[in-house]
Structure formats: C-alpha cells, structure tokens
C-alpha cells in the first residue's frame, strides 16, 4: 500500500535551518508528481512547492519563494525540502503528498502522517 | 492568486441530517476543484476531485457540484464519522490554494 513517511522536522531558531525528508513506498515513485503542504497549529492547509515526476518543473508558494527548496531522488523513492531562513511564521505540520493526474486536473490522494516543525527562539 | 471562499466556517448538525458546504473561487477554474476531509490529529483524506468525481473507497452520501466559480460539497445523511473539518482546493493554477476550511461539529 501506499506510504509516505516523513521526517526531520523539530526546534529550530528563527533564521535558522531544516532539512525535511519524505521516503515513499507502495507506489512507483518516479511517476508522480509531489508536493509539500503545511499546517499551522490550529489553521488551515497551505500549499508550499511541488515538483514533476522527473524533477524538471518546480513551483513554490510566495511565502517561502527564496526560502525553500524542493527536491527528490527517484532512485531513492526519496523527497526533500530544504528550510532556510526560518521564520516564526513557518512553524507548521509539514505534509508531504502524492498528486495524482487525472486527466488534465489533479488532486492530492496520499498524504503522510505529516512532520512537526517549530521555529522559535 | 485565485482565492478560495468556503462557507460556512463551521456548522452544527445532527445524524442523518443533510448538509451543505459551498466553496467560491475568485476566479473561474472551470471543474478543477477538489475536497478533502480532515478528522482531529489525522491527515487530509480526498473526498472529491475535479467537481463532482467521488474518490475510490469514499461513501456515496458524498457528493460534489459546481463549475466556473461556484462549487457545493453535499452529504445527504450525516453520519457520526463525518464530523470533521472539510476543505475545497482549486487545481486551476499555482499557486494552488485550500478554502479556509468548514469545521462540521455535532449538535
């Protein structure tokens, strides 16, 4: 079945840095596009990047543009995001989520169980 | 950025009743509109994709509508598993963007 299990959120300062990691199973990971969607504590959901199946296409919100980077090994089944300059405001349950093609929409059929990141001093 | 409208913000209902969540985006996105459901301390689940599309596994008392810029997430018997916060998501355009979310709570 599929999994996606996410991990290296934590305590980090403001300015500082994370690295977040999503390893994927059950499905052929190199297929599908990803995504990473995030919570804040009590909020909504908010959309942050997604990348193509072959890596070559990436957006990113505005409010981590510049901040955030995106990335995935296919050979490793593995998706990343790198986190830096952290603000407060970024503190959140990081989700990391399949987006599935069905015709010419999509929409997010998997989603991890999510990993807890918290900036603050 | 296209914006997402839900309404309401949260409801009271009881089982069996039927309910009615509507999404509004501020612009056109033809049917690329999905719906989630997220229960306390679990992720988002897919209920809904592009309009009106039922998710394998879902139950059927779900149903969705709508295209252009007016969109309604429908449960036609409430069960006790329902309750639940639900979200809309247009797939029209990046940035993609989730309603505030409407929070259906027991009465």
Do not use: H
């Not at chain 1, 999994?3 to 499905?27: I, N, T």
């Not at chain 1, 986190?83 to 503190?91: F, K």
């Not at chain 2, 999404?23 to 690329?32: D, K, M, P, V, Y």
């Not at chain 2, 409430?78 to 409407?102: K, N």
């Amino acid at each position: 079945q599929v999994q996606l299990v996410e991990s290296g959120g934590g305590l980090v300062k403001p300015g500082g840095s994370l690295r977040l990691s999503c390893a994927a199973s059950g499905f052929t990971f190199s297929d599908y596009y990803m995504s990473w969607i995030r919570q804040a504590p009590g909020k909504g959901l908010e959309w942050v990047s997604y990348i193509t199946s072959n890596g070559g296409t990436i957006y990113y919100s505005g409010s981590v543009k510049g901040r955030f980077t995106i990335s995935r090994d296919n050979a490793k089944n593995s998706l990343y995001l790198q986190m830096n300059s952290l603000r407060a405001e970024d503190t959140a349950i990081y989700y990391c989520v399949r987006e599935w093609e069905v015709g010419s929409a999509d929409a997010f059929d998997f989603w991890g169980q999510g990993t807890v990141v918290t900036v603050s001093s | 950025d296209i914006q997402m409208t839900q309404s309401p913000s949260s409801l009271s209902a009881s089982v069996g009743d039927r309910v009615t969540i509507t999404c509004r985006a501020s612009q056109s996105i033809s049917s690329f509109l999905n719906w989630y459901q997220q229960k306390p301390g679990q992720a988002p689940k897919l209920l809904i994709y592009s309009a009106s599309n039922l998710q394998s596994g879902v139950p059927s008392r779900f149903s969705g509508s709508g295209s252009g810029t007016d969109f309604t997430l429908t449960i036609s018997s409430l069960q006790p598993e329902d309750f639940a916060t639900y979200y809309c998501q247009q797939s029209y355009s990046t940035p993609l963007t989730f309603g505030g979310g409407t929070k259906v709570e027991i009465k």
